[in-house]
């Protein structure tokens, strides 16, 4: 049974930083490309960052140059750093993975932005 495992979600002022993690357990094979998504009350659940296992990422435009997500391979985790956080970037975020074409999510970390 897969799980993703996710941490460091919380309430941050605007400006600061959190960096959340997702580990992925009980899989014998790969993990393909992982991610982040991100739902505030009353929107649809939108992509916020991914990256596929040789390294390539990709990012909303809503937080290019301020969030960055990063791997360890080994260890099946993803890492996404946010940085310059703003009351817009408040919801509840979803680690995703994919593996052997089945996607996987975790149960979600909160991250509010407030003073």
């Known amino acids: 049974q897969v799980q993703l495992v996710e941490s460091g979600g919380g309430l941050v002022q605007p400006g600061g930083s959190l960096r959340l993690s997702c580990a992925a357990s009980?899989?014998?094979?790969?993990?393909?490309?992982m991610g982040w998504y991100r739902q505030a009350p009353g929107k649809q659940r939108e992509l916020v960052a991914s990256i596929t296992s040789g390294g390539t990422t990709d990012f909303a435009d809503a937080v290019k140059g301020r969030f960055t997500i990063s791997r360890d391979n080994a260890k099946n985790t993803v890492y996404l750093q946010m940085n310059s956080l703003k009351p817009e970037d408040t919801a509840a975020y979803y680690c995703n993975a994919i593996i052997r074409f089945r996607v996987y999510w975790g149960q979600g970390t909160q991250v509010t932005v407030s003073s």
């Open positions: 009980g899989s014998s094979f790969s993990v393909n490309a």
